[in-house]
């Protein structure tokens, strides 16, 4: 009797693991994160709107665990894949937007950027298959005053 009590403690521990991190969450195939605005090659200046645009599933606050619903992170010059089994990072450059926005005002410095939206589960974790955008290219000119210098 004690035997079996021990396989089947060492079965379900060795299921931990593996539990702690399948975390991604089911999404339609058809799930589509893109960009409104700025497109693909877009030269900015200053502070500029990014518009976020999902098709086939909803927006909602972190913490909130609905079906086909997360809400938006945005990568900003990040090249390293995101890990699947494990929370989207929350820095400088792995922008969350937990209180469910779908738009953001970004200011960074001159030069070449790449954006990438991820959606995230209730959790920060991307979803399974991964719901992300196009990876787009963008270039920061200086602010006017700037260049008159």
Known sequence: MKISHGVVL????ALLPGAAY????????????YFITPHD??????GFWV???????GVTH??????NAGHHHLLVD???PI????????????LHFGAGQTETMLDLPPGPHTLQLVLGDAKHYP???PVVSEKIAIRVRPPASARSK
Do not use: C, T, W
């Open 78 to 80: 990040v090249s390293e």
């Open 41 to 46: 090659g877009q030269k900015v200046r200053g």
């Open 51 to 57: 518009r976020f645009g999902l098709r086939n599933m």
């Open 62 to 67: 972190a913490g909130d665990d609905y079906q």
């Open 10 to 13: 060492a079965a379900a521990i």
């Open 127 to 129: 979803f399974e298959p």
């Open 22 to 33: 399948s975390q991604g969450k089911a999404a339609p195939k058809d799930a589509k994160l």
């Open 83 to 94: 890990d699947p089994k494990e929370p989207i990072p929350q820095d400088k450059s792995h």
